[in-house]
């Protein structure tokens, strides 16, 4: 986490402390929007279910900051709100049997484009193997994928991921250790990626360059 | 003919019908196509135009017109103007986009903009009777700003069941320059059947991931900020059906059609 997160989260609380509600929510949206965007699609798995998802926790946020105490980080605090509204998501879309499977061909959801800033042959090498290990997460038991999304891909240190899921330190250590071993068991294996059933079964040899 | 749904998408070119019309090309095919749309959508019994106007371009937020007449002006310089349609607005609509933006937190203004070339100019040919309300739209922020919007949009838009057409008006690539010298680039070809290619695979976000450079060079109207909310007011993985996909020397003429039915007279 940067340093101008907590700067800005603290304008944020500082706003709606003082009843500049619709400021600290527009500050908000411009500070996070992006970010829980990537959360949401990485959880849920297509765009239309993430910016559904988004708008409800932008929703949430607004009836809820009144109750933030300051006990964790507004990142924290944040993550956790967001992480449980996409639990709820997936639970009501397995209630109605529809398919959770990322969108082929897309990495970085919404992210800015960025310029090639290197050989255009390893540029789109390194995101095919970044999409391949993408897939390969999609197919983890929920509770190991939601800590490789918030550690391994949005960054977040293992403290504040063992904070957002409510388990302590050493537990999300170890779910993340088998997280791990679980990916490279499910690599080695080898996997079938939705729409892409023609290419065939991805083996370790396709992407043993992207661990 | 029979559609479902109490929304219909399409994205519609102007400056290029708008010189068309000045050379009294009036058997342009897009024309044409404009024409059949419009006419297709008369029957259907649509209520309202919702024009997202990629000319009105708007910083702090997304604006509303919610006036209750719009007169047309003519504000493409360089080209005389003779269109003129003058049409109502529907403040009804307006106001209700105005809340549901307020509720979802995305804060949209009402302002004042009227019907301007880019939304008079394909109007004419859809529905040359100027009978039916738009609600004018602009554009703002980012492509996940947009898409936002165009969410809650759609949602809003279903809700009040009124049948509407969510209408887009603006070219993929465009080159100003274009009509001085050298016409149309390959280049400017090849972005422009692309981007038709992933919207009539359904696969429109994918222009996400396309190269900034190649995006920067084409120039597309607004940087996809209404393409962005079509998507969201239609779901980013509805097909798009390809109406016209005219190439003239100097302009793509695009129009891509959304909706839940499955035409029969595609051109894919």
């Known amino acids: 986490m940067d340093e101008n997160v907590n700067l800005t989260d603290e304008e944020i609380l500082r706003f709606f402390n003082e009843g500049d509600k619709e400021r600290a929510l527009k500050l908000f949206i411009n500070q996070y929007q992006a970010r829980l965007y990537s959360l949401t699609y990485r959880m849920l798995g297509n765009h239309d279910d993430a910016m559904d998802a988004l708008q409800e926790i932008f929703i949430q946020i607004n009836r809820s900051l009144q109750t933030f105490k300051g006990r964790s980080s507004l990142y924290t605090w944040v993550y956790r709100l967001s992480s449980n509204i996409c639990f709820n998501f997936r639970k009501k879309r397995s209630k109605t049997n529809r398919q959770m499977e990322w969108d082929e061909g897309l990495q970085s959801a919404m992210l800015p484009i960025e310029r090639p800033n290197e050989d255009p042959d390893t540029m789109c090498e390194t995101k095919y193997n970044q999409f391949l290990v993408q897939q390969a997460i999609l197919k983890l038991p929920e509770t190991q994928r939601v800590l490789l999304i918030l550690h391994d891909l949005e960054g977040l240190s293992v403290p504040d991921a063992a904070s957002i899921l409510n388990i302590n330190t050493n537990a999300a250590k170890s779910r993340i250790h088998r997280a791990r071993a679980a990916l490279r068991n499910i690599i080695s294996k080898g996997f079938v990626v939705k729409g892409m059933e023609g290419v065939g079964v991805f083996t370790s040899e396709d992407v043993s360059k992207m661990i | ?268």
């Open chain 2, 1 to 268: 003919m029979k559609i479902e749904s109490n929304i219909h998408g399409i994205i519609v070119p102007h400056i290029p019908i708008l010189l068309a019309k000045e050379m009294n090309d009036q058997s342009s095919s897009t024309i044409k196509a404009l024409r059949d749309c419009g006419m297709r959508m008369q029957e259907w019994g649509v209520e309202a135009v919702v024009a997202v106007t990629t000319h009105w371009q708007t910083k702090e937020s997304f604006f509303i017109d919610n006036s209750l007449h719009h007169e047309s002006i003519m504000d493409n310089s360089g080209v005389q103007g003779k269109s003129k349609y003058s049409v109502a607005g529907h403040p009804e609509l307006a106001n209700l986009l105005l809340q549901a933006g307020e509720k979802s937190l995305i804060y949209p203004s009402i302002g004042k903009y009227c019907a301007n070339h880019t939304i008079a100019i394909p109007l004419q040919f859809m529905f040359p009777e100027g009978n039916i309300p738009i609600v004018p739209l602009s554009v703002s922020g980012s492509m996940l700003c947009a898409f936002r919007w165009g969410r809650t949009l759609g949602n809003t838009l279903r809700s009040w069941r009124g049948k509407v057409l969510f209408l887009v008006l603006g070219a993929f690539s465009q080159r100003h320059a274009r009509f001085m010298d050298d016409g149309w680039l390959i280049e400017h070809e090849n972005f422009d059947q692309l981007i038709v290619k992933l919207l009539s695979e359904g696969k429109g976000m994918e222009l996400l991931t396309l190269d900034q450079e190649r995006i920067e060079n084409v120039k597309p109207k607004s940087a996809f900020l209404g393409l962005f909310m079509l998507l969201g007011v239609m779901g980013s993985e509805s097909p798009g059906y390809i109406r016209e996909n005219e190439h003239l020397s100097y302009g793509g003429m695009r129009i891509i059609e959304f909706t839940d039915f499955q035409p029969s007279n595609v051109l894919h």
